[in-house]
């Protein structure tokens, strides 16, 4: 029978007592091992602003190019905690958007785990300097994260450890959510809760502090972000599911202890968040399930074996038709990888762990094939695993080729076993009497040649072949676009009143998001129309969600889209005026450049007549 490691991700031996060494010796790996853990914490940090370089370059003035609205919303969230904080205000709810009728923020990416304690930094130095912060502390917090638990759990070599860590943040996928999606990237907290519920397999920890324990972790993320919970609770139960198959003398003595805690931090994190939780889901502007667009948001089979445009092997005319946009570029492991991860099973699958890994993997690369299958771009007509669970509670909320995130912890785990192994096994045959671990006397020559092994150099060689190719480069930013003077200068304080609605022409997807960007950097000093989030559609009665607001006959008479004048009726001014009355609005403004704004200058003035220009802003009062 194959020997099984004390933990279940097997590439530590925990269980045996190496002899005692002196107490120099004894300090001295102490030392060495704790240099270590900050060399590798001091390059975490580095490759985390590697990848952030130019945001930070221009620290107010560059904004994520691919992904600009997403940045935009984090942004407005930021500073909707310091607000939240300074008014007392509902932290679930608001209506300083989509005003009168409001969002809700527990059904929306609030981000509170990280917003509050960003709170200070944004008050002090604005929320384009926190979303820096936020964005690069998440890329270093998962990879420190991963790092620890690897290196004290499941691997000896502290190298190993690296490898794995530096994948689960830095992978294709990962970069491609850094595209404007902290919140996916700030997965910190995971490798705590894998590491708590894989422990539960040690009888001697007590139930209770291990519920606990697991409950403030679950607690946490769900204030990160809900939907990596969900996925690594699906992935964490398909695991232990495949392990259990396997080894049911493993699993059974330490079920009781296991579901008592399980059952305690289900009880724990109920009565914590029951409220949040109603509001999200019954409360006002709850929302059911995605939009039907979303949820064929789904991974193209070709582009595991491809490379992500945030890749330095990549580019985007080789990804764009292999995902929907950069922020979902989450595979593109490339040929090498993939065949080296292969390998590594193969290598590795007398280890119950592995094969776990494996088919947990395998399990949810399927599932997120979506509810069509799609092979290099061309949608065919395979109906895809997902399909049947697309319209279950919860999962009706999940973007389906996220599921294919799951995939980026398995392998960084897998790699980082695999050079553990190079470790072991590649290293060199001690020569007969030979009782010494010490580098023979030849020097560093001699040791070199020691070290680099047959083994070593094919793994070694593989590895970064596989690695470089998809080894990140920096995010790519675009400047921001001006704000007007109106804004800039402090002039609508003379024309806004505190608790006023303003509505900024023209109406439409960039508007909103100029509007957002504008309020946010007044400190959301009034509240205003439409915007970027997720509501309940107002077309449909199921509820079913929404990006932004509804179509109404307001938002046509000043869309962005019109380009040609047009005479309105007695009975549409009306109207018109009628319906902007009816959402409390206060005022409305027109930058001088914005789209078509000699057409929309021309209907405000059929409706309200004369506008003030103010700097470089047009300006009525909605009587």
């Known amino acids: ?31 060495d091992t704790r240099r270590r853990d900050w060399f590798a914490a001091a390059a975490y940090l580095l490759m985390a602003f590697g990848v952030t370089a130019r945001l930070w370059l221009h620290p107010t003035g560059a904004i994520l190019r691919e992904n600009q609205q997403d940045q935009i919303q984090f942004e407005w969230m930021l500073t909707n905690a310091v607000h ?98 902290p919140n996916v990237v700030a997965q910190f907290v995971l490798p705590f809760i894998v590491l708590v519920v894989l422990g539960m397999r040690q009888p001697a920890r007590s139930p209770v502090r291990t519920g ?18 969900l996925l690594a609770a699906l992935a964490l139960g398909t695991f232990v599911l495949v392990y259990w198959a396997q080894r049911p003398d493993v699993i059974r003595p330490v079920l009781r202890n296991a579901l ?77 990888l993939t065949v080296l991860v292969v390998m590594i099973v193969g290598w590795l699958w007398r280890q119950a762990a592995v094969r776990a890994l494996a088919v947990t993997g395998a399990v949810f690369v399927l599932l997120s094939l979506g509810r ?36 980026v912890p398995i392998v960084g785990v897998l790699l980082a076993l695999f050079v553990q192994r190079l470790m072991i096994d590649g290293a060199p045959t001690r020569e007969a009497g030979e009782g010494s671990t010490q580098a023979p006397a030849g020097g560093f020559v001699d040791a070199a040649r020691r070290f680099w092994t047959p083994l070593r150099v094919l793994g070694i060689g593989a590895l970064v072949v596989a690695i470089l190719p998809i080894a990140p480069t920096p995010l790519t930013v675009a400047d921001r676009q001006p704000t007007p003077r109106f804004f800039a200068t402090g002039a609508w304080r003379d024309h806004i009143r505190g ?69 309105l009726s007695e009975q549409e001014r009306s109207y018109c005026l009628r319906e902007l009355r009816d959402w409390h609005t206060s005022v409305l403004l027109l930058p001088q450049d914005a789209p078509n704004a000699a057409v929309l200058h021309d209907a405000a003035e059929q409706i309200f007549g004369p506008g003030q220009h103010i700097e470089d802003t047009w300006v009525w009062r909605v009587p």
């Not at 939240?84 to 009728?101: C, G, I, K, Q, Y």
């Not at 403030?216 to 939907?227: D, M, P, R």
């Not at 889901?281 to 949820?295: A, I, K, N, T």
């Open 260 to 336: 008592l805690s399980l059952a305690l931090t289900t009880g724990v994190v109920s009565v914590v968040i029951a409220y949040p939780l109603y509001r999200q889901f019954l409360g006002r502007q709850s929302y059911h399930g995605l939009p039907d667009w979303v949820l064929d948001y789904n991974t193209d089979l070709a582009s595991y074996v491809s490379y992500a445009q945030q890749s330095l092997a990549g580019s985007a005319a080789s990804a764009d038709h292999l995902a929907q946009g950069v922020a979902e570029q989450n595979t593109f492991y490339g040929w090498g």
């Open 499 to 567: 608790g006023d609605t303003v509505g900024i022409l023209p109406f439409g997807w960039n508007s909103d998001l100029r509007t957002m960007r504008w309020q946010t950097q007044q400190g959301l000093s009034f509240k205003v129309l439409g915007g970027y989030f997720l509501g309940p559609d107002s077309r449909r009665d199921d509820k079913q969600a929404a990006f932004g607001t509804g179509a109404s006959f307001a938002r046509t008479v000043f869309a962005e889209s019109r380009d040609s004048p047009t005479v």
């Open 372 to 407: 069509h299958v799609v092979v290099d771009g061309d949608k065919t007509t395979v109906v895809g695993p997902w399909d049947p669970l697309s319209k279950l509670p919860l999962l009706d909320t999940v973007v389906p080729t996220r599921l294919s995130l799951v995939a």
């Open 1 to 31: 029978m194959t020997t099984e490691p004390a933990t279940l991700v097997g590439g530590r031996r925990d269980g045996a007592r190496a002899p005692s060494p002196a107490a120099g010796s004894a300090s001295t790996a102490v030392a």
């Open 84 to 181: 939240t904080v300074r008014h007392l205000a509902d932290p679930f709810f608001t209506d300083l958007l989509n005003a009168p009728f409001g969002v809700n923020l527990m059904a929306n990416t609030s981000t509170w785990g990280l917003a509050l304690p960003l709170a200070p930094m944004t008050a002090l130095f604005g929320a384009p300097v926190s979303f820096r912060i936020m964005l690069t502390g998440a890329f270093f917090g998962t990879a420190l994260g991963w790092y620890h638990v690897l290196s004290r759990r499941v691997v000896s070599s502290r190298v190993a450890a690296f490898v794995g860590g530096a994948f689960c943040a830095f992978a294709p996928g990962m970069l491609g959510q850094g595209t404007g999606h």
């Open 212 to 229: 606990l324990l697991l409950a403030g972790l679950v607690t946490y993320q769900i204030f990160i972000n809900e939907e990596v919970l």
